[in-house]
């Protein structure tokens, strides 16, 4: 048997992206991570945007495109947003937590 080297592909931080999708359906970059930031410990949103790449290269996340939205940001009046959705490689867990932040958060609009 062949020892394999270097970095498991498998993290919990992506696993947790995969489930985030599962409810979510599709989302962009940062309501993703802001969405993750929410629910888990803290990570940085540079590490989020870094398993979003890794994600998409491993095909548990397929680029949807990027969209240029009208807004009054700090920066300019639009930014592109750049939408992930779940990959043929995806195998997301249930997890209730999820589930519950989305219904609270379906209740409070």
Known sequence: ???IKGRP???AVR??????LAVLG????YNIAKTYMDLFPKVSTRLIYYHL???TDLKEFVAK???TE???YSWGSNADKNY????PAAMPLKNPAIQEYFEKRQRAK
């Open 53 to 55: 790449k890794k994600g």
């Open 65 to 67: 495109g990027t969209k």
């Open 15 to 20: 696993q947790n992206i995969v489930n985030i």
């Open 9 to 11: 592909t498998r993290s």
């Open 26 to 29: 599709e989302g962009y970059a």
């Open 1 to 3: 048997m062949q020892k």
């Open 70 to 72: 009208e807004g009054n």
């Open 84 to 87: 992930f959705g779940l990959g």
